[in-house]
């Protein structure tokens, strides 16, 4: 199946813009959802399809896909954003899930 | 308002069979897909297997010849089972939907809109 890497750490300063990336071979036929973690919860999905924010997510989440990369760009980040983001698509054939290894973003 | 509710033993033994189920509420588990993930502890997102409301199954190759998922359409509930569990089995259990959103010219659009809370999973004698 395929892989998605993730750098493992981020930070960003109050207010900042922050660019997290997500690279596989599975990119270039699937997009990346992207989702965010906080500490003792689920996941919560931020990003998906070309760059969909579903309801009750703010805007100053975006995503983009070239090629093989994914991103997620937080502009202005606030304190509430810390935590850690992973992405995920479908692998290369289709029949499975893969998950970045997730990055960790601090807000200073 | 679409919730998913996971349940099941927090503590299960070496060598057994770790049983979780997942109660859906506020929409037709005959429709979508549906998985399970799970997270050891302060480690990254597992993806296990899903099922799909046609009835088909998959699961993650690392975890095939140990997991089995099924349905009860009844109870618009879907479980897991992993045999043979060691500690390394250990972590947060995760239920969630995954959405198909078919293809825009290029890409095919998935994604997981809901998720449970989790529920944590001790392997230990």
């Known amino acids: 199946s395929s892989e998605l890497t993730q750098d493992p750490a981020v930070s960003v300063a109050l207010g900042q813009t922050v660019r997290i990336t997500c690279q596989g071979d599975?990119?270039?036929?699937?997009?990346a959802s992207w989702y965010q973690q906080k500490p003792g919860q689920a996941p919560v999905l931020v990003i998906y399809g070309k760059n969909n924010r579903p309801s009750g997510i703010p805007d100053r989440f975006s995503g983009s896909s070239s090629g093989n990369t994914a991103s997620l760009t937080i502009t202005g980040a606030q304190a509430e954003d810390e935590g850690d983001y992973y992405c995920n698509s479908r692998d290369r054939s289709g029949d499975h899930e893969v998950f970045g290894s997730g990055t960790k973003v601090t807000v200073l | 308002q679409v919730q998913l509710q996971e349940s099941g033993p927090g503590l299960v033994k070496p060598s057994e069979t770790l049983s979780l189920t997942c109660s859906v509420s506020g929409a037709s588990i005959s429709s979508y897909y549906w998985s399970w993930i799970r997270q050891p502890p302060g480690k990254g997102l597992e993806w296990i297997g899903y099922?799909?409301?046609?009835?088909?199954?998959k699961y993650n190759p690392s975890l095939k010849s140990r997991v089995t998922m099924s349905v009860d359409t009844s109870k618009n509930q879907f479980s897991l089972k992993v045999s043979s569990v060691t500690a390394a089995d250990t972590a947060v259990y995760y239920c969630a939907r995954e959405i198909y959103d078919g293809y825009d010219y290029t890409h095919g659009i998935y994604y997981m809109d809901v998720w449970g809370k989790g529920i944590t999973v001790t392997v230990s004698s």
């Open positions: 099922f799909y409301y046609s009835g088909s199954t």
């Open positions: 599975s990119l270039r036929s699937y997009y």
